[in-house]
Nanobody, 125 residues
Framework: QVQLVESGGGSVQAGGSLRLSCAAS????????MGWFRQAPEKEREFVAY????????YYADSMKGRFTISRDNAKNTVYLQMNSLKPEDTAIYYC??????????????????WGQGTQVTVSS
């Protein structure tokens, strides 16, 4: 079993930056793909970014390209999400998740069986 713990959320003004962290513990492996998702009030959970643990395959949602950067530190079993040029519409709870199967595209929550508790990001105008 894998435990995921996010941190780094907070409140910033539009144009500001935040760096989220997701620490993984338990039965991880060197090929454990990770994703970031977010969920705003009264909206469905949406894909943000994806990284494979050992191959550096990285993908972003279109609205995050150029503003967000996903990275990982294998030695620390930690995945990061650097968020720059934040906008009020980025306000949401951000979750990291671990992908265990491959029946759906990487941006679909279906194959992610391990989830963190989420961290709140609030961007004010």
């Amino acid at each position: 079993q894998v435990q995921l713990v996010e941190s780094g959320g907070g409140s910033v003004q539009a144009g500001g930056s935040l760096r989220l962290s997701c620490a993984a513990s338990g039965r991880t492996s060197s090929n454990y793909p990770m994703g970031w998702f977010r969920q705003a009030p009264e909206k469905e959970r949406e894909f943000v970014a994806y990284i494979k643990w050992s191959t550096n395959n990285i993908y972003y949602a279109d609205s995050m390209k150029g503003r967000f950067t996903i990275s990982r530190d294998n030695a620390k079993n930690t995945v990061y999400l650097q968020m720059n040029s934040l906008k009020p519409e980025d306000t949401a709870i951000y979750y990291c998740a671990g992908r265990r199967s491959y029946s759906a595209p990487y941006y679909n929550t279906k194959d992610y069986s391990d989830w963190g508790q989420g961290t709140q990001v609030t961007v004010s105008s």
